[in-house]
């Protein structure tokens, strides 16, 4: 195999297995609090304590994963594009 088609079987499988934990769990440690929920700080003494709640995950300790939101955002597009925006009414016949 060329350097060339071995680093795109890599890629591939990278975004496959990305794709597979995406699908398994949507939904991953928020970053900014590591997934406890609020910022952890030390008093005087140097004991741990609660700090205020994280902002970005809302206090929850997860996000959804990138991976997740693009496939909702790809979902959610063809769904608004491939159903009627307006349902017939009951016993409307266009034929007729």
Do not use: E, Q
């Not at 902002?55 to 997740?68: A, S, Y």
């Not at 693009?70 to 925006?85: D, G």
């Amino acid at each position: 195999m060329t350097p060339l088609t071995t680093a795109i079987a890599c890629l591939l499988a990278i975004t496959l297995c990305y794709a597979a934990v995406c699908a398994a769990s949507p939904l991953g440690d928020c970053r900014k609090c590591r997934g406890f929920g609020y910022a952890l700080k030390t008093d005087r003494k140097g004991r741990l304590r609660r700090g205020k709640h994280c902002r970005r995950c809302d206090g929850h300790g997860k996000r959804v994963r990138i991976g997740r939101r693009l496939y909702n955002a790809a979902r959610r597009t063809y769904h608004a594009t491939t159903t009627p925006a307006t349902p017939a009414p009951k016993g409307h016949h266009p034929w007729r």
